[in-house]
């Protein structure tokens, strides 16, 4: 009997849901899409409604024809990609190839050798080149298209697949059309618009419908920030005493009945004194009972702002995280195991099985006190998809601690998170004791806000913070006395601060994230990927967290917004997200959508092809040239970056750098003036292929040039010569400091390419012959961590700053010293010993040892 053949996405997919079919069925991955349009070409034909040309990726060619193969033998085919367009379209085009003509490789043969006539008017014969293996369709159908199906399931657990596979549908075209909608809207702005950018900025540079509008959110939020002038203000706090402890604090908030404002020392000064010789009274208490909700589950975006704020994790991350709780992980004897629901989502919607099992868990590990007497009902935005739930378990009995064993710690993190999350949104809301005191001193009017916790509710499971939870308010913990009203109070001091207004911050991950879901730009589904895009393209950096548009970001988000400034408005791109929704209910024709927009994009690019200011010829700045006082100057690029040139050039060779500067290095703000060590000469500030570099203005009598460390004007010590030769060439041995680190190198190289790095005369305690090294991350946040020479055949590392003490426990040779929020710990990492303790504070005037240093 011939068996069913299943198509999912990924090969942990296919492992997962294979255990839950049984023998009747093979299951296969098609590993992501296996159909797109042409690389090398538009493949959109616009001039026949926009009809697309879709053909077998390259790199799928080989996986198709093993589909082909297990479908030819089968009677029937379940496609059982992801539910939403992505996962749709994927299915479409499985559909396709499989419905269609077989793929083959033509036979191989020798390639002929073609004669041909050369330059000179005889024959010779053209070099054979490597044969190129080109796929071809041919022969019947490798499956009747009524045999195959669609199979879709929001989680993968045993009874969600059964209850797809007993109502199998077919493919819905109207998912198919909004994502065959939003990749024809992509590749016309990507392919059109990226080229100019190339003529008019440089090579290698993108944009992107939605990618763009999210780098002009950057860029315009830099812009407020530049612009910002800060204000002065100042606030009163009063610190008073009543009959009963314990002191408290008041914060002036009315004069005579209307809200006050002090902009000033002066105002305050006047306000101090006035009060010294009133009489504080108590004008009013106001006590409450507040209660707070349970969040909703997550959403995708939700997820990604929580997992930003609390575990630091970038959208990136976070989804491909969840993506593999979501396809399964062993679980020991269990096998594969999906841990999560679908999580591309943007419903709260939770099925009434997984609420009736997170209300058993409740009230089993919690108590009937947390259980509400009813589920809790949350309403998703008016644009979701509602036909997904929200990111939940697939199983709420399974706990954060039953898990963590088959976890690694990034998986445990997000699941324990997503797991808390869920279990807090079917609890009862917390409850607080809220008390308002409002205090009358003459026509002035302080007041002090206490809140305590009465229930701690669904806070005992998930302590919900503002930075994720926009309904999250700050917890007002104050202690306050019991005050009667009329009961005069004693004023201890009274305090004036100054403050000044601060700037809109610039966005996180988490920020970001949230603006563009707000504003209804890209799908949460998509926010990754395009984060991801803009940082990739050196159009932002990442500081602290915090996204700053570089020079180029911004320059080519002011050329791009000021030639398509309805394409990359934020008004518009919304729409066309309103749009995509509607292609997906049936009710726009994605043909239309997509002339629509072309129309008036092929508009703005004919005006742009003209008109866009180009760096490459130069952009006027209405300035004349510092050196000639003849030439315009013009703003320019080069490989090195952004410049001023004269127009007179070659006759004029004037140029100024425009990359940002360098913070200055000196106690009073200005830059360190740093001396050439040949001759004696100043040396200054270039920019070269690496980077910005000390070049002696000896030039060219005086070649010496040093490197400085990243971002700042400090150069990097010069190479020292050492007493001690070369192990594989016999020359001097040199000190150098090099992009990740000081090293020992050989006064050889390149001839002699010997290198030690400097170690910290700590004993590895893996391999216990090799030493432990400072080194630098080489990618994200270049971190500091600690790793054996013997490096790759030891792989030990460590994050925490090695001490050369042995472990008063255990005895290993040394111990580390782990810094965090609640300062420093120092601990011992040999497997098995929990030896921890709190250092003693260094005494006063004390200079500490450097790392691995030995006492004399």
């Not at 709420?396 to 808390?420: N, R």
């Not at 009358?440 to 305590?452: H, K, L, N």
């Not at 570089?550 to 919304?574: H, N, P, Q």
């Not at 070659?650 to 003036?673: N, T, V």
């Amino acid at each position: 009997m011939a068996r069913s053949l299943v198509i999912v996405e990924s090969p942990a997919k296919a492992k997962t849901i294979n255990k839950y079919l049984g023998r009747n069925y093979s299951v296969k991955a098609s590993y992501g899409h296996v159909m797109d349009l042409p690389k090398k070409v538009l493949g959109i034909d616009i001039k026949h409604g926009f009809e697309p040309t879709y053909e077998v990726s390259p790199s799928k060619t080989a996986v198709v024809q093993a589909l082909q193969k297990a479908a030819s033998t089968a009677d029937a085919v379940y496609l059982a990609g992801d539910p939403d367009r992505e996962g749709e379209a994927i299915c479409a085009h499985l559909a396709d190839v499989l419905s269609g003509p077989k793929l083959e490789f033509p036979e191989e043969g020798e390639e002929e050798k073609k004669e041909e006539t050369n330059g000179t008017g005889k024959k010779g014969k053209k070099k054979a080149k490597k044969p190129v293996k080109k796929v071809i369709a041919r022969g019947k159908p490798v499956i009747a298209r009524k045999n195959i199906f669609r199979v879709m399931f929001n989680e993968i657990t045993p009874k969600a697949i059964k209850a797809a596979f007993e109502h199998p549908g077919e493919i819905n075209s109207n998912l198919v059309d909004a994502q065959q909608a939003r990749r024809v809207l992509d590749r016309l702005v990507g392919y059109k618009i990226s080229p100019l950018l190339w003529d008019k900025v440089r090579r290698g540079l993108s944009a992107g419908r939605v990618q763009t509008v999210a780098l002009r959110l950057i860029v315009d939020r830099e812009v407020e920030i530049r612009a910002f002038t800060p204000v002065e203000y100042w606030t009163l706090h009063a610190l008073l005493a009543a009959g009963e402890p314990p002191i408290f604090e008041a914060k002036l908030t009315r004069f005579k009945g209307e809200e006050v404002e002090v902009h000033t020392q002066a105002e305050a000064d006047a306000i101090v004194a006035a009060m010294q010789s009133a009489a504080w009274k108590v004008a009013g208490v106001t006590q409450k009972e507040k209660r707070r909700n349970a969040p909703p589950p997550f959403t995708t975006s939700k997820l990604q702002q929580a997992a930003y704020n609390r575990l630091r994790y970038t959208a990136k991350r976070t989804m491909s995280l969840a993506q593999r709780l979501y396809e399964g992980v062993e679980m020991g004897k269990d096998g594969s195991v999906a841990l999560i629901t679908y999580m591309r989502t943007d419903s709260v919607r939770v099925s009434n099985d997984a609420l009736d099992q997170v209300r058993g868990v409740i009230g089993s590990s919690f108590g009937q006190t947390y259980l509400p007497e009813k589920p809790n009902f949350f309403k998703s935005k008016k644009d979701a998809q509602d036909a997904h739930e929200a990111i939940r378990p697939t199983d709420a009995a399974l706990t954060p601690a039953d898990v963590k064993a088959f976890l690694s710690e990034d998986l445990f993190k997000l699941y324990q998170l997503i797991w808390q999350r869920f279990v807090a949104s079917q609890m009862v809301p917390a409850v607080f004791d809220q008390t308002t005191i409002d205090i009358e001193a003459g026509d002035y009017t302080f007041r002090a806000t206490g809140s305590v916790q009465k229930f701690d509710g669904y806070l005992a499971v998930y302590q919900v913070s503002t930075g994720d939870d926009e309904d999250a308010e700050p917890d007002t913990k104050a202690l306050l006395p019991r005050v009667t009203e009329g009961e005069i109070l004693r004023l201890e001091t009274l305090r004036p601060e100054q403050h000044f207004t601060e700037p809109p911050p610039r966005y996180t991950e988490a920020t970001l994230v949230k603006e563009l879901e707000e504003k209804g730009i890209g799908r949460p589904s998509t926010y990754a990927s395009i984060i991801s895009t803009i940082v990739d393209r050196e159009y932002v950096t990442k500081d602290q967290g915090r996204f700053t548009p570089t020079m180029l970001g911004e320059k080519v988000s002011v050329l791009l917004v000021k030639s398509f400034e309805d394409i990359f408005d934020v008004g518009f791109t919304a729409r066309m997200e309103e749009e995509l929704d509607e292609i997906e209910e049936g009710k726009l024709g994605w043909r239309k959508s997509v002339k629509e927009f072309y129309g008036r994009f092929a508009q703005d690019l004919e005006q742009a092809k003209d008109e866009m200011e180009s760096y490459k010829a130069g952009i006027p700045t209405g300035a004349k040239c510092e050196k000639c006082g003849e030439g315009d100057l013009l703003e320019r690029i080069s490989r090195h970056g952004f410049f001023l040139g004269c127009s007179r050039y070659p006759d004029c060779d004037f140029i100024r750098d425009l990359s940002p500067e360098l913070p200055a290095e000196g106690a009073d703000g200005e830059p360190k003036i740093e001396n050439c060590d040949n001759c004696g000469r100043e040396m200054i500030i270039k920019r070269g292929k690496w980077g910005a570099f000390l070049a002696c203005t000896g030039y060219p009598d005086c070649k010496t040039t040093r490197r400085l460390k990243a971002g700042t004007r400090k150069a990097l010590q010069p190479d020292e010569l050492l007493d001690e030769k070369c192990p594989e060439c016999d020359s001097q041995l040199v000190k150098k400091h090099g992009q990740y680190g000081e090293f020992i190198g050989c006064t050889a190289y390149p001839k002699c390419k010997f290198i030690r790095s400097k170690t910290l005369g700590i004993k590895c305690l893996k391999c216990e012959t090799g030493e432990l090294v400072e080194r630098v991350a080489k990618k994200g946040r270049r971190r500091v961590f600690y790793g054996c020479n013997k490096y790759p055949a030891c792989d030990f590392t460590t994050p925490h700053l090695p001490i050369a003490e042995p472990c008063p426990k255990c005895g290993a040779p040394f111990i580390v010293e782990k810094r965090g929020k609640m300062g420093a710990v120092r601990a011992c990492l040999k497997e098995g010993c929990d030896w921890e303790a709190i250092p003693d504070p260094p005494p006063a005037e004390a200079t500490p040892e450097p790392v691995g240093a030995t006492k004399s």
